[in-house]
């Protein structure tokens, strides 16, 4: 039997639920017909969507061209922090409206994501 050690710790508030970390994820692809796949968490958001074949674009892979640029429209907490990187390509309105770039963030929960989809040539 585990026994918390009180008095070393204040105490959680009542309404606060431990959130244990998750092995898992779901990412939603909003542009792509909401398909819905799970990854480990963790995981770089681009290489979900290589993987699970999710649709967000990208060219570089590597923070560089700005392509990836997408909007995390649920979970944005669920990302984790803006690298420089981004700010080149992202303003601090974009930021604030959960715009991200994909090769360059990870996720350590659920999300849906939506993005620009390429124009029609
Ligand atoms: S794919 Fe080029 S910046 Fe993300």
Redesign the pocket.
């Known amino acids: 039997m585990t026994q918390e050690t009180l008095g070393t710790a204040p105490a959680a508030p009542p309404t606060a639920t431990p959130t244990a970390e998750r092995a898992t994820v779901e990412v939603t692809f909003l542009t792509n017909a909401g398909k819905t796949v799970t990854a480990p968490s963790n995981s770089n958001l ?1 290489r979900i969507s290589l993987r699970e074949q999710g649709g967000i ?13 997408c909007r995390i429209e649920q979970g944005l907490e669920h990302t984790d922090a803006v690298k420089p ?2 700010r080149k ?1 992202l303003s601090e309105q974009d930021l604030a409206e959960g715009y991200r ?4 963030t990870f996720v350590n929960g659920d999300i849906a994501v939506s993005w620009e989809p390429k124009p029609a040539r």
């Open positions: 681009l674009p990208f060219k570089c892979g590597g923070g560089i061209c700005g392509t990836c640029r990187k981004e390509h770039m994909a090769c360059q």
